[in-house]
């Protein structure tokens, strides 16, 4: 382990100092790391390299433009964004979507998004896109695949700030030290900006604040094992300005809503994790991980605050040798909300098996999981309910290797996503008054999908290039009908079909191409309700395009072009393909320089929408919430020591 943690801080240090680089990578989101080329799934992996040149100002940002996952503000909320990827919808993606950091899972007990911002992105590593699989290993919502986060170990002193428009600002210090016997790592960050859009109740704009403090600590008491303990925490403070109609949206999207509501959330999180790994013999390891984390979001009355209180672990016995790599495992997470008028909790126990057996160029990978999901609602007055489903994941893929750059997949995932207890009510605007009504509307039924991947890889020294087809097959779809009288249920049988290319091509060591698009059909095939049938599932762009072009004039200086497109699709509550407004097609434009000074400093700038495009997201009919609507840019400054 001393050796390994060694070798990654060289392999950094020297990686800083490289132009443009193409690499296969290793695929580190599952227990069984394996070759990318070999890898039987399809799979997205970014390194530090390429999430430093970006300089992008979050995980948000990045994802958007430089891979096939959209994001987008939740209601106009920059801090809490909702995910989508495989057509899964931006209205409900985010929970097909299984995002883990450093191996635990993000993904929250009710219909919030996996609050991305807590990770800072000068603190992160790696970033891995498991598309299609991952359900064996992280099991509820792990529909579309997985988005795997690590951080990183500080070795000295790293310094980044900048500041831009609309009075935005940002700083952040990064600490840490390794030798034989320990390494410590500590890291804060601090963000701001005063808000593109005004509020309708107070002469302000949607502003913003976050805070992040994380430290962690690794003993190496003997060489075979390893103990690690390590705390993190966020505090949010953001406002966010509600709806407008089309009108208002095409005449100036940053006026205030007049027919919507503005949003102030106070948000803190605090989370201590633990675990053990330990070398029981050159073949075998077990690895057991805690986490406690507490939270609390506050929307400024008392009707409006909920605590969180999270417990989660796992604990996995890995057996490895020449041919054969198998794990076997149990992770437990027990999650409860206090507020809103009840506690309502939802835990989840799990037991997988996962195996990966090579010979020669044939690699096949398959795993079972079983998980049982325990429901209460307990209301403040009344009586409480409870609920039960047993559900399982299994999976099964085969690679071919056809040359040593050369080879071919297929894979087969059966996955699912137990209902968050958000499901379980539902929320109406009955009029004249519009005040919102909340009620419980009984328990629904979990969603399944059944994946299919046929793919094909082919990694030169200058050019990385992957293209997949899937298919999904889904029963019991979970969604919100909308509207005044909106309820949470499930749709029968739906589908998706699609095509994902991706392609980087260095055409000089210091000039690259790289292209990523991704095709996707998503249909309502059978319903009770027969209006919805054969409609295409809202909120679902059918075409994703994000292309870059990248030049080094000299080794020290970097400038990055890129562009994400995405084709115009129903608004997010229209099912029934009818409504008289589309969302619109969406079109960014970022331009990145950097210009290291010398080994200890670097100089950044960025501008974001270059040519100012219009976008937004159409939930209905005249409500409409503007996202990167505006131009803006901000420079800084990179220092280690």
């Known amino acids: 382990m001393k050796k390994t943690l060694l070798l990654s801080l060289v392999c950094a240090s020297l990686m800083a100092n490289e132009t443009f680089t193409l690499k296969e990578q290793t695929v580190t989101a599952t227990h069984l790391q394996q070759d990318e080329l070999t890898y039987a799934a399809p799979v997205e992996i970014y390194n530090e390299q390429d999430i430093q040149n970006s300089k992008s100002k979050n995980i948000y940002d990045f994802l958007n433009q430089e891979t096939s996952v959209i994001s987008l503000p939740s209601f106009g909320n920059q801090f809490a964004q909702k995910l989508d990827m495989r057509g899964y919808g931006i209205g409900n993606g985010y929970q097909n979507i299984v995002v883990v950091i450093n191996g635990r899972r993000m993904n929250n007990v009710d219909g919030i998004p996996q609050l991305l911002s807590s990770i800072p992105i000068n603190a992160i590593k790696k970033i891995e896109i498991l598309k299609g699989s991952g359900s064996v290993e992280y099991g509820d919502g792990a529909n579309a695949g997985v988005i795997s986060i690590t951080t990183k170990d500080f070795n000295g002193v790293n310094i980044t700030a900048y500041g831009g428009k609309f009075d935005t600002g940002y700083g952040s210090f990064g600490a840490g030290y390794a030798d034989e016997l320990f390494s410590f790592s500590a890291f804060g960050d601090y963000y701001e900006t005063d808000g593109q859009r005004n509020l309708s109740t107070q002469d302000k704009k949607d502003s913003g604040r976050s805070k992040n403090g994380s430290f962690d600590l690794k003993l190496f008491p003997v060489d075979e094992l390893e103990l690690r303990v390590g705390w993190a925490a966020t505090r949010i403070n953001t406002n966010y300005a509600g709806h407008l109609t089309y009108d208002e949206y095409k005449n100036s999207p940053t006026q205030a809503t ?263 059909d998503a249909t309502i095939e059978k319903d009770d309700d027969t209006s919805i049938e054969n409609k295409t599932i809202p909120g679902v762009s059918k075409h994703n395009l994000v292309v870059s072009l990248g030049y080094a004039p000299v080794k020290e200086s970097k400038i990055i072009l890129s562009h994400a497109y995405r084709s115009s699709a129903y608004a997010s509550e229209d099912f029934t393909n009818s409504f008289t407004q589309k969302q619109e097609v969406y079109n960014s434009t970022d331009l990145t320089a950097s210009y290291e000074i010398n080994e200890n400093f670097e100089i950044f700038a960025k501008v974001q929408n270059l040519f100012d495009e219009d976008n937004g997201i159409w939930i209905h009919d005249d409500a409409i919430y503007p996202v990167n609507f505006q131009r803006s840019y901000y420079a800084g400054l990179n220092a280690k020591f």
Do not use: C
């Open 258 to 520: 007049t027919t919507g509501y503005d949003t102030n959330q106070h948000f803190d999180t605090d989370l201590w994790s633990f675990g053990i790994t330990y070398d029981l013999s050159d073949t075998l390891s077990i690895d057991t991980n805690l986490y406690i984390e507490d939270k609390t979001s506050d929307y400024g009355s008392s009707s409006s605050q909920a605590d969180y209180d999270y417990d989660s672990g796992d604990i996995n016995l890995k057996y490895t040798n020449e041919n054969l790599k198998l794990v076997t495992g149990l992770s437990f997470f027990n999650g409860q909300r206090d507020g809103y008028g009840s506690k309502t909790s939802k835990d989840n126990l799990a037991g997988f098996v996962k195996a990966d057996y090579r010979s020669g160029k044939h690699n096949l990978t398959a795993g079972l999981r079983i998980e049982k999901v325990s429901y209460q609602y307990n209301p403040t007055t009344g009586s409480g309910l409870e609920q039960d489903d047993t559900l399982d994941a299994y999976e099964l893929g085969y690679n071919y290797k056809l040359s040593k750059e050369q080879s071919i997949f297929a894979s087969f995932a059966h996955s699912y996503q137990a209902p968050d207890i958000d499901r379980f009510f539902a929320t109406s605007y009955p009029p004249p008054l519009y005040i919102p009504t909340v009620t419980f509307n009984g328990f629904i039924k979990p969603m399944k999908a059944n994946t299919y991947n046929l793919g094909y890889n082919y990694f030169l020294k200058n050019n990385k290039f992957k293209v997949t087809a899937f298919y999904i097959d889904m029963s019991d779809e979970i969604y919100y009908t909308g509207g005044f009288f909106g309820v949470n249920t499930n749709l029968d049988e739906t589908s998706r079909l699609g095509l994902e290319l991706y392609d980087k091509f260095l055409i000089r060591d210091n000039l690259y191409l790289s292209a990523n698009y991704t095709y996707v």
